[in-house]
């Protein structure tokens, strides 16, 4: 049974509840949603919508082999909100690309509907979607799909110049966003005279070059090389801090959804298992494919202190006051406080945002959540 807890009715969507330590801490807590799918199809085969509707909008998977059909995309509703990092992960072939090609409505859907802010990519017309898609919409892919034969500058001016901005503007523009990614200097350079790293920061240029709102990124860095790969994680960050888009990335790799997302959607067979921060998806896996999907995760990566600690004041434990020792904000994880904590070998307090005790992290438990001993226990 899937447990998909953004699952929403655009008709009553809530903003939703917060949830508790993210990648970013807080960052996307209040943010409106900006792109919502509602009971998303994405079939592929002869007369697949013709199928799903004789079907009543609802295959099997049965159903869906038995009319030679691949249900790329299952039934997934979602939504993602303003200014956050929304991660897909899943192994291949369970649909995170087709998901993410029908959400930039790059591809027509099957049944279901999704929506960029009010607006049914269902209910527009092709001339709209494409004005939406280049003016609201930046994607940036694996391989980073740059025009050998432009320089760096004509490259990240090419999505204004279709868009019919004129020459001045558009290297103007161009100018201010490869400064931006750090490539300043590099303007006359073309692509193969770059290294990948470079290359895919020229892909980042191009596809912020129109100042979308939402940026789709389809696993930008996993053909770089570890280092080079941290680094543009980092400015990934940093980019995005300064920028504040809506994000939606596709990655593989766990530890680069750890430290990126604001929460991550588990996709399996085409289908949505759960959506949660990395956190949640850990301790609360709502499917045992999520439960054996991040068994390998070390648990001081995604717990949080408010998850570990003993709730209440620290009153009775010598030393342990907010005035003896600096506290742990209860978002902190396990990984970035562990040193602290057991380097002291005494109980150290937890504070919310305001600073207000929470209660109060042992070093014994920290110790363990390191060893993993919970975990074989
Ligand atoms: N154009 C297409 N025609 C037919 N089947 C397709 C098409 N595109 C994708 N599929 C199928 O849809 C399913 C999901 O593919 P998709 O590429 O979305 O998965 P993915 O999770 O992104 O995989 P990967 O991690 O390998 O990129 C797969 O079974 C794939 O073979």
């Not at 099957?110 to 898609?133: C, K, P, W």
Request: include cysteine.
């Amino acid at each position: 049974m899937s447990q998909n807890e953004a699952t929403i009715d655009p008709a009553t969507a809530p903003t939703g509840a917060a949830p508790a330590a993210t990648g970013r801490g807080a960052h996307a807590n209040a943010g409106q949603n900006k792109l919502t799918c509602s009971n998303v199809w994405k079939v592929f085969g002869e007369n697949a919508e013709r199928a799903l509707q004789r079907y009543g909008g609802h295959m099997s998977q049965d159903q869906l082999a038995a009319e030679g059909l691949v249900g790329a995309v299952q039934d997934v509703s979602l939504d993602i909100r303003q200014g956050e990092i929304f991660i897909i992960m899943g192994l291949s072939g369970s649909g995170k690309s087709t998901l993410v090609r029908c959400m930039s409505g790059l591809i027509p859907i099957t049944g279901g509907h999704i929506f960029v802010e009010d607006q049914d990519l269902n209910g527009i017309s092709a001339q709209q979607l494409m004005e939406l898609r280049r003016h609201k919409m930046g994607m940036v892919f694996q391989h980073f799909a740059l025009l050998p034969h432009l320089t760096v500058l004509a490259n990240v001016a090419f999505p204004l110049e279709i868009q019919g901005v004129d020459k001045r503007t558009r290297e103007q523009k161009a100018r201010e966003t490869i400064r931006m990614v750090g490539l300043e200097g590099r303007e006359h350079n073309f692509p193969r005279q770059l290294s990948g790293g470079q290359q895919q920061r020229v892909g980042i240029a191009r596809a912020l070059v129109i100042e979308p709102d939402i940026w789709f990124l389809d696993e930008p860095f996993s053909a770089l090389d570890p280092l080079i790969r941290r680094d543009m994680q980092d400015e990934f960050l940093r980019l995005q801090n300064m920028l504040d888009k809506t994000v939606v990335f596709i990655t593989h790799d766990f530890s680069e959804a750890i430290k990126l997302a604001d929460r991550i959607a588990i996709m399996h067979d085409g289908r949505v298992d759960q959506i949660g921060t990395s956190e949640e998806l850990v301790t609360q896996p709502a499917t045992d494919y999520v439960a054996e999907f991040t068994k390998d995760v070390p648990r001081a990566k995604v717990l949080s202190a408010r998850s570990v600690m003993v709730p209440g004041r620290a009153d009775g434990i010598p030393g342990s006051s907010p005035d003896d020792v600096k506290p742990v904000s209860a978002a902190e994880r396990v990984e970035d406080f562990a040193s602290r904590v057991v380097d002291r070998n005494a109980p150290v307090p937890v504070v919310d945002d305001q600073g207000a005790a929470l209660g109060h992290v042992h070093p014994e438990s920290v110790m363990n959540i390191l060893l993993e001993r919970e975990q074989r226990s």
